[in-house]
């Protein structure tokens, strides 16, 4: 089975390529450092890979931006969405469920073993949800808390947790710095935080 490795470190690449293939099962078709390197793997290739492996820091980007790529390139060719497994240092429940709504199978911290890798991959694979077992009981744990927020304050908090400014959150969403204001107070009562801090460690 072919896989996509996108990860903007090249030692961490290489270490999961030699980890995949030395199981005589995976073959590593591509590696990316960027989104672009990654959605011109995607566009050229002429058949997609069976799996993706996702990082969600590339640098200044957002890795799960690319996910919003693939739905919409699957789409359009009219073929399934190959399983994207996220394996990422950040590990709050809020990433992991911003993740999983964005399409992704899994999730998988860097810090896990060779071992919960392939278990994961194999879960992905069936076309089965995967979160790393402590994960899964902190992410069932927050969900109630993240389900009042509406799909906008989910944006804002998201790019809140990238320490964004009002005027960066309101240039990304096209919205006015006013409406930035509002939707933060909002945030603010529902959560119970007093400051931008707070609301990073959700």
Known sequence: MEVLLIDDHP????????????????SVSGQANNLSEAKRFIEESKNLPSLIVLDILLGEENGLDFLAFLKCFCRGKRVPMPPVLVCSV????????????????????????????????????????YISGEHAI????????????TKREME???????????????KALYINIRTVENHISNI?????????????KL
């Open 11 to 26: 030692l961490t690449n290489n270490g999961l390529a030699s980890c995949l293939e030395e199981t005589g099962r995976y």
């Open 90 to 129: 950040l590990e709050d429940p809020f990433r992991i469920q911003t993740a999983l709504k964005s399409g992704a199978s899994g999730y998988i911290p860097k810090t896990g073993t060779k071992a919960e890798l392939l278990n994961a991959i194999e879960t992905v694979l069936r076309r089965e949800v």
């Open 138 to 149: 902190k992410l069932s744990k927050s969900l109630g808390a993240y389900e009042q927020f």
């Open 156 to 170: 804002v908090l998201n790019l809140i947790k990238q320490n964004k400014s009002n005027q960066e959150i309101a």
């Open 188 to 200: 603010y009562f529902k959560t119970g935080c007093c400051s931008r801090l707070e609301l990073e």
